[in-house]
């Protein structure tokens, strides 16, 4: 089983970042998935998550700038960030729900 997260980096407050995550090793299309973020210092906190047939939870924290999706035909699942803000810096994970399957995680950082 694998999970491989792409697409972070550095960007401004305000800026855009879109991660990818792709999946090997399983029947993603089975399984909810999800992206949890965790800071350093503090709690791992869960993001957003999306069940197999593409129902979406978030975060208060996230609600209206970021955007979970999956293509189950690509075995790829998505998060697009917008209106990033500094305190969304963090390394970002890819994981199904039930916390079974991690990737190794994706260093987001937004500063000016």
């Known amino acids: 089983v694998q999970l491989v997260e792409s697409g972070g980096g550095l960007v401004q407050p305000g800026g855009s970042l879109r991660l990818s995550c792709a999946a090997s090793g399983f029947t993603f299309s089975n399984y909810a998935m999800a992206w949890s973020r965790q800071a350093p210092g503090k709690q791992r906190e869960l993001v957003a998550s999306?069940?197999?047939?593409?129902?979406?939870k978030y975060a208060d924290s996230v609600k209206g700038r970021f955007t979970i999706s999956r293509d189950n035909a690509k075995s790829a699942l998505y998060l697009q960030m917008n209106t990033l803000k500094p305190e969304d810096t963090a390394v970002y994970y890819c994981?199904?729900?039930?916390?079974?399957?991690w990737g190794q995680g994706t260093q987001v950082t937004v500063s000016s």
């Open positions: 994981h199904s729900l039930g916390y079974t399957y």
């Open positions: 999306t069940t197999s047939n593409g129902s979406t």
